[in-house]
């Protein structure tokens, strides 16, 4: 690996579309570290202690380039031109409709077919940072605008990610950009069946089948949610399995930074704080997590390998007047932070 002056250690990993890919690996004092690429802006692992002093990896991933490329789960990518999805592939903007690309049924997913996960980014380095930096075009999936995006990556010492989302247009458009990284606290094959989760959300959206919102909001029944609990909501129907993909619509929304979730894993007693700018995540339990290259586990990831905690705006909010807006006009920046903190269980 090549030590950069600013003591980010990184390597060439291949080459993609002709361009060139890194990875890098930023650590800290207490000598836990992220590991990341150029590809899709991507967190690659983040090697964490757990109460014995144990360092493992709590992110599914891969070990090479290629098994990125070949990816159809979103493995830690960063999300764009827009996360999750929208209805019928489409939508309004003053007065004009934009036709996306259809990749989940006949609704856009995550961006589409070619969307930011698969491109790969410019980047600098900075003291303890690393910034990603994507130029979308007009009409790139379907989206209008074109879309500058840099994504910076900070680790601290206190084992906090911090992520920041920063983009402009030249013509109005819509974004919504987030992380999709798989957490599993226990560093091991186990699944996140385990886990308990506390979500600081006390309405949640309402959506159909196709997990699409239909403007309506109901309670929140309960923020906590032990393994057991997260067990009993699964559903064997026709083999498939069902557990959690809602969006949550975070307390005091109108804030910054606020907490959107806490998730700990007992046997190995880390836990992970999730705070944000955002005013919704999506708490989703990898039902359909199915990989077709090996992972972290020495074998394809299967449903519950992981959970994602997808700090964002509203699915579908550009075909529902009253969610939060997620339009990004000429001469506005978007800017958005989600940080990650890892810690031990008291």
């Known amino acids: 690996m090549i030590q950069s002056p600013a003591s980010i250690l990184y390597s060439k990993w291949g080459d993609h579309d002709g361009n060139p890919v890194y990875l890098f690996r930023l650590k800290n004092a207490a000598g836990a570290y992220v590991e990341l690429s150029n590809y899709g802006a991507t967190i690659v692992s983040i090697v964490v202690a757990d109460k014995n002093g144990e360092y493992e990896n709590v992110v599914l991933g891969y070990r090479s380039l290629n098994d990125y490329v070949n990816d159809t789960c979103y493995l830690g990518a960063t999300i764009g031109r827009f996360a999750n999805r929208i209805s019928g592939a489409k939508f309004e903007l003053d007065g004009s409709v934009y036709q996306l690309q259809a990749n989940d049924g006949f609704n856009t997913n995550h961006g589409g077919n070619t969307a930011y996960n698969t491109r790969v980014f410019d980047f600098e380095l900075h003291d303890d940072t690393i910034s990603f930096t994507l130029h979308s075009a007009d009409g790139d999936g379907g989206f209008p605008g074109n879309l500058i995006l840099k994504v910076t990556y900070r680790f601290t010492d206190e084992n906090e990610l911090f992520i920041n989302f920063q983009a402009t ?178």
């Open 169 to 346: 247009s030249d013509k109005k458009t819509v974004a919504n950009f987030t992380n999709h990284a798989y957490f599993n606290l226990s560093g091991k094959s186990d699944s996140v069946l385990g886990h308990g989760i506390e979500i600081f959300a006390d309405k949640m959206l309402c959506v159909n089948k196709s997990y699409i919102p239909d403007g309506m909001i109901k309670p929140v029944i309960d923020r906590k949610l032990t393994g057991q609990r997260i067990k009993n909501k699964i559903i064997v129907n026709d083999n498939v399995t069902v557990g959690f993909n809602d969006c949550y619509i975070l307390n005091h929304v109108d804030e910054g930074l606020k907490p959107a979730a806490r998730l700990t894993e007992y046997t190995s007693g880390r836990t992970l704080n999730v705070y944000t700018s955002y005013p919704a995540v999506v708490f989703y339990t990898g039902d359909y997590l199915v990989s077709n290259r090996n992972g972290n586990f020495q074998r394809p990831y299967e449903p519950f390998d992981g959970l994602c905690l997808e700090c964002q705006f509203y699915p579908d909010s550009p075909n529902h007047p009253l969610f939060p807006s997620a339009e990004l006009a000429p001469g506005e920046v978007y800017n958005e932070t989600i940080i990650y903190k890892f810690g031990i269980l008291n």
